[in-house]
């Protein structure tokens, strides 16, 4: 079925990453973007949360989730117009609150559902926001099935 | 003031990545020095800084909490979870060779962890300690 639906993607003419598990970075992303927004998390794809909600995170930089992760001027604005330009559509990714968070939006919160609740704060997960313990090919964008990488997860979807 | 004159010379002067974790220490030493004549950076006294619980942050209390007792080995992110490189250059030849960039995590990990910007005599002390250990 989902082999199916990205025949059918790709006959369109639609790019890979159309597809859900399919995340890489766009290729216009400034080296700024993984240099300096990849350093405390994974870089996040741009389209997980919608242009309105990464001008509020780029303008809170000094107070940001309890950390801080201030930037020169000319180079907030080279990430923030790279991200203001990919990010994802305003109603699939509502909801991401305040201060805005892809993991909370519906989108993320409908594609996880399947999660039990107590391995978000799992010592190997920590947070939600850290996506490369279980999709551990995340940087490379993928974020498939077959790579998630804790076993209690694999199996839950042998049935 | 916080950019001492040292300092912005050597940031002018070389290009980003050209630095090294030897002439980094040798500049916050000799910018130490000017203020505390004799001034000699001790690999103990950054153990002891590294080690530190300032407790200003409640999540990030010290430095050990996202870089580990260890130095020469990879750290994890207190808050994110992410792995982080080991800080030390023994272990970890990219740390310190880029003046920019060290600046600028001194200035966002002191401020958080300890509450203030980290003098040039603390920072010579640490990257004796990471450079050579305890």
């Known amino acids: 079925m989902k082999t199916a639906l990205c025949a059918l993607l790709l006959a369109a003419g639609l790019p890979l990453s159309a597809r859900a598990d399919r995340l890489p970075l766009p290729a216009d992303a400034p080296p700024a973007y993984a240099a300096e927004c990849g350093s405390c998390h994974l870089a996040f794809p741009p389209a997980l949360l919608a242009a ?11 107070r940001h989730y309890g950390d801080n992760a201030a930037l020169d001027a000319d180079t907030a604005r080279v990430i923030g117009d ?6 994802g559509n305003a109603d699939r990714y509502a909801n991401a609150g305040t201060p805005p968070r ?11 559902r399947k999660v039990p ?11 939600a926001a850290n996506c490369s313990a279980c999709h551990p090919q995340a940087e490379q964008g993928r974020y498939g099935e077959r790579d998630i990488a804790l076993p209690e997860l694999r199996h839950r979807r042998e049935h | 003031m916080k950019h001492p004159l040292a300092l912005l010379a050597l940031l002018a002067a070389t290009a980003a990545g050209a630095e090294t974790p ?12 000017s203020r505390t004549p004799g001034f000699q950076a001790s690999a103990r006294r950054g153990a002891d800084f590294f080690g ?18 260890d130095p ?24 310190f060779t880029d003046a920019a960039k060290a600046e600028k995590w001194f200035g966002r990990n002191c401020g958080e962890v300890v509450g203030r910007p980290c003098s040039a005599a603390e920072k010579a002390d640490l990257l004796r300690f990471l450079a050579e250990g305890a």
């Open chain 1, 52 to 62: 309105a909600d990464w001008r509020r995170v780029m303008a809170g930089l000094d």
């Open chain 1, 82 to 87: 790279f991200l203001a330009r990919h990010g």
């Open chain 2, 52 to 69: 530190r619980r300032f407790g200003v942050s409640e999540k990030m209390p010290a430095c050990v909490s996202c870089h580990t007792e």
């Open chain 2, 22 to 33: 030897r002439g980094l220490l040798d500049t916050y030493a000799a910018e130490a020095a």
């Open chain 1, 117 to 127: 609740s107590p391995l978000w704060q799992d010592a190997r997960v920590r947070s």
């Open chain 2, 72 to 95: 020469a080995q990879a750290g994890r992110h207190a808050i994110t979870g992410k792995d982080i490189k080991p800080l030390a250059p023994r272990a970890n030849p990219a740390r």
């Open chain 1, 102 to 112: 892809l993991t909370a939006t519906a989108w993320f919160q409908r594609k996880h």
